[in-house]
Each structure stands twice: as structure tokens, then as C-alpha cells.
């Protein structure tokens, strides 16, 4: 019963994370074809977050 549950809770974290993803690539997506901030504008600021990301898990 419990690698059943733990199977489960596994699917549905993979789900809720894939369902975030692309979520989030959608807005971004959208912002850029608005013109409200360029692809290069959007790469970079995500560098810079995914950089301050990893140095707080340090």
C-alpha cells in the first residue's frame, strides 16, 4: 500500500510540475510576441534568477 501511494504522489508531482512548466512558458511566451520584453531580455533574467537560485542553495 505504501509504493502504491508513494507511486501515485510521485505521478501527481511530476504532473503539477509539467502543468507549471508550461504554464509559465506560455506567459513568456506571450510577453514576447506582446513586445513587452524581447526573448534575449527573458534568457538573460532567467540566468540571472536560476544563478541566485543555486548560490541560495549553497
Do not use: H, W
Request: hydrophobic letters at 35%; a negative charge.
Amino acid at each position: 500500500m505504501t509504493k502504491e501511494k508513494s507511486t501515485n504522489d510521485d505521478t501527481g508531482l511530476k504532473e503539477l510540475m509539467i502543468t507549471n512548466a508550461i504554464q509559465v512558458d506560455t506567459i513568456a511566451r506571450l510577453l514576447i510576441e506582446k513586445g513587452i520584453f524581447t526573448k534575449d531580455e527573458y534568457l538573460d533574467k532567467m540566468r540571472e534568477v536560476q544563478s541566485e537560485y543555486f548560490n541560495q542553495m549553497k
